[in-house]
Antibody, heavy 117, light 107 residues
Framework: EVQLVESGGGLVQPGGSLRLSCEASGFTFSSYEMNWVRQAPGKGLEWVSYISGSGSTIYYADSVKGRVTISRDNAKNSLYLQMSSLRAEDTAVYYC??????????WGQGTLVTVSS | DIQMTQSPSTLSASVGDRVTITCRASQSISSWLAWYQQKPGKAPKVLIYKASSLESGVPSRFSGSGSGTEFTLSISSLQPDDFATYYCQQYSSYSWTFGQGTKVEIK
C-alpha cells in the first residue's frame, strides 16, 4: 500500500525557518517524481515544488522561489522541503504528492505550517 | 502560467441529481487534466485523469470529458458521500495549476 506521511509542520514566527519531511512507503521511491502542494486555510490548492526521481531536476513556484529548497534522500525514502524567510502568506497545509504519468495519484495527509508572531 | 477557471464555485443539489462542473484552461492543455474530490480535513483524492480516464476504484457515476481548453466533470446520480469540494488540475507542464474549486452542497 502506498503511503506518504508528512511531518515537521508547526508554528513559526515571520522570517523563521522550517523543514518539512515526507516519508514514503509501499513503492519504489526513487522511480517517482515528487511534488509539494499547499493549501491555505479555506483556500484552494497551490503547487509549490517538483523534484525528479534522481533529484537532478527541480522546479519551484514563483511564490516560493529563493525561499524554499526541495530535496530527497532515496536511500531513506524521504522527501524534504526546507523553508526560510517565512511569511504569513505561507501559512497552509503542506502536502507531498507522488507524480505518476504527470498527475498526483497519491497524497499524504498533510502537515500544517502556521506563520505568526 | 496556465490558469484554470472552474464554474460554478458552489453547487446545491439533491441526492440522485446529475451534476456537471466545468473547467476552462487559459490555453490548450490537450487532455492533460485531472479531477479531484476533497473532503474537509482530508487530502485530495483523484477521480479522473487524462480528462476522461476513471482512476481505479472510483465509482462509475463519475465521468470526465473535454480536451483543449474546455472540460467537464459529471456525477450521474449524486450520492450522500459525494458532497465535497471538487478541483480540476492541469498537468501539461511541470508546474501544476488547479481550479479554484467547486463546493457541492446539499440542497
Amino acid at each position: 500500500e502506498v503511503q506518504l506521511v508528512e511531518s515537521g509542520g508547526g508554528l513559526v514566527q515571520p522570517g523563521g525557518s522550517l523543514r518539512l519531511s515526507c516519508e514514503a512507503s509501499g513503492f519504489t521511491f526513487s522511480s517517482y517524481e515528487m511534488n509539494w502542494v499547499r493549501q491555505a486555510p479555506g483556500k484552494g490548492l497551490e503547487w509549490v515544488s517538483y523534484i525528479s526521481g534522481s533529484g537532478s531536476t527541480i522546479y519551484y513556484a514563483d511564490s516560493v522561489k529563493g525561499r524554499v529548497t526541495i530535496s530527497r534522500d532515496n536511500a531513506k525514502n524521504s522527501l524534504y522541503l526546507q523553508m526560510s524567510s517565512l511569511r504569513a502568506e505561507d501559512t497552509a497545509v503542506y502536502y507531498c504528492a507522488r507524480r505518476a504519468s504527470g498527475y498526483p495519484d497519491y497524497w499524504g495527509q498533510g502537515t500544517l505550517v502556521t506563520v505568526s508572531s | 502560467d496556465i490558469q484554470m477557471t472552474q464554474s460554478p464555485s458552489t453547487l446545491s443539489a439533491s441526492v440522485g441529481d446529475r451534476v456537471t462542473i466545468t473547467c476552462r484552461a487559459s490555453q490548450s492543455i490537450s487532455s492533460w487534466l485531472a479531477w479531484y474530490q476533497q473532503k474537509p480535513g482530508k487530502a485530495p483524492k483523484v477521480l479522473i485523469y487524462k480528462a476522461s480516464s476513471l482512476e481505479s476504484g472510483v465509482p462509475s457515476r463519475f465521468s470526465g470529458s473535454g480536451s483543449g481548453t474546455e472540460f467537464t466533470l459529471s456525477i450521474s446520480s449524486l450520492q450522500p458521500d459525494d458532497f465535497a469540494t471538487y478541483y480540476c488540475q492541469q498537468y501539461s507542464s511541470y508546474s501544476w495549476t488547479f481550479g479554484q474549486g467547486t463546493k457541492v452542497e446539499i440542497k
